[in-house]
């Protein structure tokens, strides 16, 4: 294939992708962090991260498990409305490569719906009021190789994402993490690409949930959102140095 070709296909593909929905915050729940150790440290080691949480911060450092390894985390946020929790495993598969897995789910649950509170007469009824839950889940596959290139490790993640926001919508996404990792006699090199492909969500709107939604209030949320959601890159950079 030419160059003139191959710049025709990247040009059409860039402006593909710019005519979807980009968000800035899709996917949030997968940028809030694991392990307290990484957390002590602000979250900047993308450059030394070294076990089995590496399949997050990057999965070039997973090349440095030397024998089965679990992690398991649980956390909860505004006082216990949101819980957030990451289950992680890890092994070398020889003396060059490793494998991992891993599991994060984020969920509120216990919401309340309260648009059917007013009923047809117009008078409150708090017997209308139901309740739903919301959740986002993230399963993550990694695999990391030692010295691709001189000194260089590599990893990469495939992640496939569910979100549901109760019976009114869910959706299924997949992407790709790569990191690399470089190092010398006393400086280590991290970069992280997030979402490297563009991860996307298509989203699967319930006609009838939706429609209770745009009778409450008149006037608002009478179309239906975009069904398809794109998290655009995020590249993360560090370097740590030994001092003797």
């Known amino acids: 294939m030419s160059l003139k070709k191959i710049s025709i296909l990247l040009i059409f593909a860039i402006q593909l992708v710019n005519g979807q929905v980009l968000r800035n915050y899709s996917n949030e729940f997968l940028n809030i962090g694991v392990d307290a150790s990484s957390f002590g440290m602000g979250k900047a080691v993308v450059a030394t991260t070294n076990d089995v949480n590496a399949i997050y911060w990057n999965p070039a450092g997973l090349i440095n498990v030397e024998e089965t390894q679990i992690a398991l985390m649980h956390a909860e946020y505004f006082q216990g409305i949101a819980k957030y929790d ?139 959102p975009e069904t398809l959601e794109l998290t655009k890159p995020k590249v993360q950079f560090g370097v740590s140095r030994v001092f003797e």
Do not use: C
Not at 129 to 139: E, R, T
Not at 163 to 173: L, Q, V
């Open 86 to 224: 990451y289950a992680a495993y890890a092994k070398p598969i020889d003396n060059e490569s490793a494998i991992a897995f891993s599991l994060i789910r984020f969920s509120v649950d216990d919401i309340l719906n309260t648009t059917q509170l007013i009923d047809s007469q117009g008078n409150i009824d708090f017997n209308r009021i139901s309740k739903f839950n919301a959740s986002d889940m993230a399963l993550h596959i990694g695999y990391a190789r030692h010295h691709l290139l001189k000194n260089f490790d590599f990893g990469v993640n495939a992640k496939i994402v569910h979100r549901r926001i109760g019976e009114f919508a869910n959706s299924w996404g997949f992407g790709l993490d790569a990191g690399l990792q470089y190092q010398t006699d006393n400086y280590k090199i991290g970069l992280m690409v997030r979402d490297v492909t563009t991860t996307f969500n298509a989203w699967s709107i319930d006609s009838d949930s939706f429609k209770s939604i745009s009778n409450a209030i008149p006037g608002q949320n009478q179309e239906e």
